[in-house]
T-cell receptor, first 111, second 117 residues
Framework: GEDVEQSLFLSVREGDSSVINCTYTDSSSTYLYWYKQEPGAGLQLLTY?????DMKQDQRLTVLLNKKDKHLSLRIADTQTGDSAIYFC???????????FGTGTSLTVIP | GAVVSQHPSRVICKSGTSVKIECRSL??????MFWYRQFPKQSLMLMATSNEGSKATYEQGVEKDKFLINHASLTLSTLTVTSAHPEDSSFYIC?????????????FGPGTRLTVL
């Protein structure tokens, strides 16, 4: 399978920006996603980006894609305590037939 | 947006029994459903892919006789964990992809937490 890597932990102070990074190996990735998982819950799709885009912004969320370096990031502006969760990046190929998930980054927001 | 449900959300069973988990697409037809497994503090690992009306395709290392998958209709797939053992305790998440929901994305269910005593 493909390798999708993330740093495991991130702590930020409330009100600061959070940046969660993800690297992947599959050059044929077409769709890249960010999911949020709160304790004991399923996955919540936050946003996704097509591989022909460099950036996508949706309210407090900004996704940056560097296709050359196979690097994806999620920036959360004005991070709140409710943003504390595990964030997974995922990628899929043209068919969208299989997702490869990253290892997940546990975000802790300090009040 | 498209909604995927799972039932039950939580199940506790004795070792040696079988457990069935249902995954339903509520407002779209799912030609393909996926079953993932997540161990505590780990990522999701794809177990199998099922297409409506055909046999599931299992990932390497996943026992097809232990994890029976049936995708009999366009809105329902079931995962049966047969002769469950404590090591099968995990969080099982399904996702669905299909007509009308966006062909190239998956919608995830809320997950089923299985605990085998």
């Amino acid at each position: 399978g493909e390798d999708v890597e993330q740093s495991l932990f991130l702590s930020v102070r409330e009100g600061d920006s959070s940046v969660i990074n993800c690297t992947y190996t599959d050059s044929s990735s077409t769709y890249l996603y960010w999911y949020k998982q709160e304790p004991g819950a399923g996955l919540q799709l936050l946003t996704y980006i097509f591989s022909n885009m460099d950036m996508k912004q949706d309210q407090r969320l900004t996704v940056l894609l560097n296709k050359k370096d196979k690097h994806l990031s999620l920036r959360i502006a004005d991070t709140q305590t409710g943003d504390s969760a595990i964030y997974f990046c995922a990628e899929s190929t043209n068919t969208g037939n299989q997702f490869y998930f990253g290892t997940g980054t546990s975000l802790t927001v300090i009040p | 947006g498209a909604v995927v449900s799972q039932h039950p959300s939580r199940v506790i069973c004795k070792s040696g029994t079988s457990v069935k988990i249902e995954c339903r697409s509520l407002d779209f037809q799912a030609t393909t459903m996926f079953w993932y497994r997540q161990f505590p503090k780990q990522s999701l690992m794809l177990m199998a892919t099922s297409n409506e009306g055909s046999k599931a395709t299992y990932e390497q290392g996943v026992e097809k006789d232990k994890f029976l998958i049936n995708h009999a209709s366009l809105t329902l797939s079931t995962l049966t964990v047969t002769s469950a053992h404590p090591e099968d305790s995990s969080f099982y998440i399904c996702s669905a992809r299909g007509v009308g929901a966006g062909r190239d994305t998956q919608y995830f269910g809320p997950g089923t937490r299985l605990t085998v005593l």
